[in-house]
């Protein structure tokens, strides 16, 4: 039971890591590119707190379509035409974007911490090969079905939330990197697979004993 647990957990962790497009590497166009990237987080951030979504208008106003931003990022070198042209994957589509604030962070934990040391590259390395038979395909769906991707980006919440803590450490060895690895596994075992039956089973205990009450009285 631990060890698929533990199986699990590793294959939520490598999901989100690599449901990213290939490393930003910025150019002339950095202060105009950086402009839009703000703004974009801006519009989405509207739908997140509440507001009424009009996010293709928000955009429009700020004059960062999506053409245009592509165009700047191609200028800078942030898209490799060949590399991208399976679309957006799990991650990108959840967020509606890969320039938003999510989907850069687990960007840089990819590639500034896992990726400098052989224990990540060949985890990585190992679950791109399943990982990309699928991605596609769910990414598709998502952008096709609004519910389903606000279920997606509601689950990766907790686990985007746990890898966050590692930009913040040193994980410049093989040491650290299992550490770290080790403790953010064994923190999202809890959050997915303990913490949720654990709550299931206590709200059926006390709805049994409130009727077992009920029953007698």
Known sequence: MVAKSNAVSLFLIGLVIIMIQPPMVYGDEKQ??????DRMDY????????????????IEDYG????????LKEKTGMIDEQKNK?????????HG???????QQLRELRDNKLMQTDVGTSFMDSFNAVYYSFSPTIADYQRENPIF?????????PLLTTLSILNGVEMDSEEKVLIYGVGIIIVNIGIYFIIPPTLIW???????TKRLITAKS
């Open 32 to 37: 105009e590119l950086d402009r839009c990237i």
């Open 43 to 58: 519009c989405e951030s509207r739908c997140i707190s509440g507001i009424v979504c009009q996010y293709d208008q928000c």
């Open 64 to 71: 960062c379509e999506e053409q245009y931003v592509k165009e």
């Open 86 to 94: 399976g679309g957006c994957l799990i991650a990108t589509a959840a």
């Open 97 to 103: 974007t890969e320039l938003s604030i999510q989907v």
């Open 149 to 157: 991707k606000e279920m997606v980006k509601t689950i990766l919440i």
């Open 202 to 208: 206590k709200i059926i205990k006390i709805n049994k």
